[in-house]
């Protein structure tokens, strides 16, 4: 399929993740407790829908160890990274006074230039994580410029048909701060919330968005080159990502059990998005499927899916039929560097070269 200029290329994905024993997001404190993130979710049954509450793993918190990754990987590949970026702090410029504190060398440079457009240069030019993950820089003297981020998380979230079957908890175990002193107040009770769950996950990532300025009339962007580098970092960073569930808190003493259950990834081209089915429900892959033969037959020619799947042989998600487009594999990372591999094809980019 040849390439339109107005088509575009994004990869989406969705996994069912089964995850025992896990403190990834705690949202308070209450006296000597440490709460898990709860998010209400609405559970269909035949009776009607139902509200629960159940633990669940912000698409923040997520997306901050993507950003992490990406750091560490455009770092090393010499992309433009601020020094503060490299610290772990993702302001991404947010203000003036920001700016002027820890982006001097950026503020100068936006200094010299007028007009949005130029500053939106400036601002994607000199920092490869706000291009990617997103920023908002609010001006007062100078333009404000603000910048989708080209990578979206849903939250981690238990699914559905497990709430509905009673399979996830969360439940506070009790720890001991001890001091061989002994002293009052010293050696302590508290309490940190765990929970385990067959989470799902959800992430949309617009490949051909990166390096595209958005304020300039003539819909200009970096240079060709510059933007391949900064795809291929990111495709990088999302395979580490999630290939290990290195994202979330408590790792030292709360490193979660994890094992994929079942994962769905697909490479869209063409001038409209196609996002997979959320893991929701034990159909997820199969609705997937039916919805990129749908989007074919109404688009004829105009669109192209591809899509690469896992599943467990103990997971009740079945794996799709033969079909169009669709290949299936014997593990999880697998289906993340297929996926990839087909969006570096269709951007032109080279494989990495094995390091010696």
Partial sequence: MALRPSDRIVLSLSARVLVNVEALNMAETVGNVSRHRKAPVVVPSEQGPSL??????????????FQKIFVSIAKERGLPVPKLEEQGYFLKYASE???????????????KVSGICEAEKVLVGRSAVADVAGFLFAGDKKPSVKRSSRVHFSYLIPALDSVARGAVAAHSQ?????????????????????ASALYTLSVVFAASDVGKLEYCQDKSSLDVEERKKR????????LVLLDGMRFGAKHARYLPHWKFDSIVAAVSVGPVDFVVSPASNSRYIQETVERAN????????????????????DSSVKPPQQAPGV?????????LEAAAAAVRKLMGIAPQAPRK
């Fill in 52 to 65: 629960v509450y159940v633990p669940a793993v912000s698409g923040e918190s997520i997306a901050h160890h």
């Fill in 97 to 111: 006074e920001v700016l002027k504190s820890h982006y001097p060398e950026i503020e100068a440079e936006l200094a």
């Fill in 174 to 194: 009790i720890h001991v701060r001890y001091s061989p002193e002994a002293r009052r107040g010293e050696q302590a009770l508290y309490y940190v919330e765990g």
């Fill in 231 to 238: 795809v291929d970092a990111a495709l990088d960073a999302l």
């Fill in 294 to 313: 749908s989007i074919r037959r109404a688009l004829g020619n105009r669109v192209d899916v591809q899509s690469f799947v896992y599943v467990a042989s």
């Fill in 327 to 335: 290949t299936v594999y014997n593990a999880h990372t697998e289906v």
